[in-house]
């Protein structure tokens, strides 16, 4: 990866991008390094404008879809808009027969469940991270690394499957009842245990977003120069010691980044929480009870969803979902940007 | 004490991948048979029948998304690695991006609102429109990266050549970089084949065979959510099968793409 900036294109414009310029033509001609005559030479100029309109035409489609997305949105959702106006977003009510909407339920469920989801996450992120830069042995690494990328391979809706058959029953038997005997007096783990719920669906997107947080914070932490590293062991520090002091200090914006797109990847969410989340509009402060987060409400709810004003409720809620991510991933770029200062956001496998 | 842990870690987030794979496979293996591929399903509680319409519906839609996500994203692509370093470049990448961040089902909903309201019916090619925006981002920004490890030695060698620089794009930059422009294509389909959400309202799904882009069609993904959620254990065997033939689907098409992509290595460039 590191290689990469020193491939960098600089500028090969100048060689061919201006030669409309008549004294470049004759130039070009005086060098006569391809004999042509001016139609020759025109014409060459007039495909390269014509591939490069192309190509440029294809960029702006990825900003005309974006903007294209946002605007429909908001049209289909302007019914809901001027009905409900603000409270739509503080409101408790979900009742399809009154035509009355308030998403303040769903919000909270998102929210939730993908903090729930960052705090299993991180920690095993950043473990798994610093474990393939800095301990692995060099052969097991390319395996460990697959291995982490095969998990973000698998399809959301297998992870709810697996939710419903093998976790949702793992949690209601060993370790629901667990946390209610030790921790019943915090009030977050008490209520029936159902295993599904609000406690399951943060378990299975703790799972979806370990793989993006955790290359993520690789990158970054491979971005912290050597010398870092070498300067603290120098002074004596341990293994650990360097980590904590060399390499997860100066990683520190980049991996709260990689944070942030896990949350964003989290509040998107669908399929899966909308299988093991248990899908009921409540604000419980167990984690044992059912929830319901944006996504899941407009997947499962959408088809069904009779009346203009139900339909456009549920519009608003994908807008409030669309304009929220659009916020944390741009807060992410940032984040990561200023580690590894424009390298590739990405690895490439 | 403080590395053990670390350790740990690695090892703890292994276990649920393993998990996964494993009862995927030893719960789909009970209801896979040949059937189970080339039928259409039979009506809930029947014995039997299989998944065959989904299977070839998901491939369909596949087929149609990349006819809209790869030219798209490949120019997109070319534009940000080889005309793309200014403010519009950084304004198309930061957009990207925020494309990729955008959550499946959000996309789902603009493509039902772009073409099943117009259409006033469900049907394959608003589930393509769907899959194939959410193609997009991923092959432009990983043909940009691919695109810019090209040795500028080369381009400038072709244009030296009087090559003129859309020649040596498409012949000599793109071709250099085939192997790697694959692999992101591979990418784009790792990450849609398994996308339910977005064809929750746009292919909708369909019991039956069904060819036709303007028709609805079933999917995969999809068949495994409706099966199960509904409450019979059969259902539930047939979902298992599903899952474990979608999952076999993309593993292989990935690993036999980079397979062939991988002997042929990225041209010129160690």
Redesign the interface.
Known sequence: MQ??PE???????E???EPSAPDTVVTREKLA??PKNRAAVRE?VF??Q???G??????L???A??G??FF??V??SHLSISKFGFKFLIKQIWDPVAEDFGALPFIYGTVVSSLLGLIIAV??????A???TE??PRRLRAV?SL??E??A??????????G???LAPFLRVYVQPFLARYFGWTGLFSGPKYGWGMLAAGVIIS?MI?PII?SITREVITAVPRVQREAALALGAT??EM??MAVLRNARPGIFGATI?GL??A?????AVT?VIGNRPEIARSLFAPGYTL?SA??NE??EAVGNTYLSAL?EM?LV??VI??I???LA?LLVWSVTRGM???A?? | ???G??????L???V??F??LA??VV?GLGALNWAFLTQIPKPIGEEGGGMGNAIAGSILLLGYASLIGV??????G????????NK??N??R??????????????G??A???VVVPQKHFSMLAGSVALG?MM??VI???T???L?????SI??AA????I????T??SVVLRTASA?IV?SIM?AF?RI?????PL??TA?GNEFWSMNPNQPVASL??Q??KY??QPYEQA?AQ??TA?LV??SM??VT?TFFRFIVGRRAIKGVS
């Not at chain 1, 491939?7 to 414009?13: A, D, I, K, L, V």
């Not at chain 2, 930061?94 to 996309?107: E, K, Q």
Request: aromatic share 8%; with cysteine.
């Open positions: 290689t990469v491939h960098r294109p600089s500028r090969n414009s060689v061919s991008e390094v391809v060459k495909a390269d014509i591939f490069r192309l190509v440029i035409l294809c960029a489609a990825v900003l879809i974006v294209l997305i429909e949105l049209n289909q920690p095993l992120s950043i473990g798994t610093l474990f393939l301990i692995c460990l291995l982490v095969l998990l391979a698998i399809p959301s809706v297998i992870y709810g499957l697996w419903i058959f093998v799972i370990l955790a293994k650990w980590l904590r797109l964003g990847r509040l998107g969410e669908t399929m299988m996504a407009v997947a959408f088809t519009m994908a979902l669309f991510t659009l944390v991933n741009a770029g590739p956001a990405r490439l496998a | 004490m403080a590395l842990l670390i350790t740990l870690a690695a703890i987030v292994t649920p991948l998990l996964i009862t995927v719960r030219p798209l994203g490949i120019g997109a070319v534009f940000l690695a080889e005309y793309g370093r519009f470049g304004v198309v930061f957009t990207a991006d925020a494309l990729n961040g955008v959550p499946s089902v959000v996309i909903m603009t039902w609102a772009l925006i997009i981002p432009s920004r990983t940009e990266e691919v810019l490890l090209v040795p500028q381009r400038e244009l030296g050549l009087g003129p620089k859309w020649r794009i498409l790697g692999t990418l790792a084949a398994g996308e339910s959400a929750m309202f909708f993904p999809l495994i959510y199960a959620i539930h979902a298992w899952a979608l999952i993309i593993v990935v």
